[in-house]
């Protein structure tokens, strides 16, 4: 189980709200727990510290961070209005 405050890792796929495209990799912070540990709400932020999303992410879509770990930035696409 993650902690609040915690990072993780996307293991897979995600959408943030706004539609935002989360891929495998984006770190982001635990902000919520819900269910014991069933799913989290994560904030994914910019390298400048601006949210670019919110999600919510299943235990089996991410990881924990590793000391192996290293940082890499992609831009995120405008999102698609549905």
Known sequence: MFK?????V????????EN???RPG????VVHIHQG???????FMSLE????ALATVLHSQARAVS?????????????IAA
Do not use: F
């Open 4 to 8: 609040e405050h915690e990072q993780i």
């Open 10 to 17: 996307l293991t897979d796929h995600v959408k943030g709200d």
């Open 37 to 43: 540990g069933e799913a989290y709400i994560v904030e």
């Open 26 to 29: 984006d770190v982001g912070t």
């Open 67 to 79: 000391r192996d770990d290293i940082s890499h930035a992609r831009t995120i696409e405008p999102p």
């Open 20 to 22: 935002v495209d989360l």
């Open 49 to 52: 510290g601006e949210t670019i």
